[in-house]
């Protein structure tokens, strides 16, 4: 059974640094392009970034732009968030998300929506607050 858990959330205070963790289980990460959304209370859901299957393209929205980075080590089956500067601002749920198959067979860039995406892990917290 196709599996995304994600990790790493907690309580930062702002300026600070988290390293999300998005484990994939029953599939293999290499083929699909992951993307990563966040939902704070009252809001909507939003896209935060995502990663072609190759790792060689990327999308920010622009309210992390210069302060979130995405990574992939396929090895491990892993994709990781890693967010610097952190602002009271990003506290939300952060999830990530894996396409299905047609999905990722079709396109060899990531997706920015999330109706891009069928799969989802359960979600982590990030709070920024002091």
């Known amino acids: 059974q196709l599996q995304l858990v994600e990790s790493g959330g907690g309580l930062v205070q702002p300026g600070g640094s988290l390293r999300l963790s998005c484990v994939a289980s029953?599939?293999?990460?290499?083929?699909?392009?992951i993307g990563w959304f966040r939902q704070a209370p009252g809001k909507e859901r939003e896209g935060v970034s995502c990663?072609?299957?190759?790792?060689?393209?990327?999308r920010y929205a622009d309210s992390v732009k210069g302060r979130f980075t995405i990574s992939r080590d396929n090895a491990k089956n892993t994709v990781y968030l890693h967010m610097n500067s952190l602002k009271p601002e990003d506290t939300a749920v952060y999830y990530c998300?894996?396409?299905?198959?047609?999905?990722?067979?079709?396109?060899?860039?990531?997706?920015?929506?999330?109706?891009?995406?069928?799969?989802w892990g359960q979600g982590t917290q990030v709070t920024v607050s002091s």
């Open positions: 990663i072609s299957s190759s790792g060689g393209s990327t």
């Open positions: 029953g599939f293999t990460l290499d083929y699909y392009g």
């Open positions: 998300a894996a396409p299905n198959s047609d999905y990722a067979a079709s396109h060899a860039l990531c997706g920015a929506h999330a109706y891009d995406y069928n799969y």
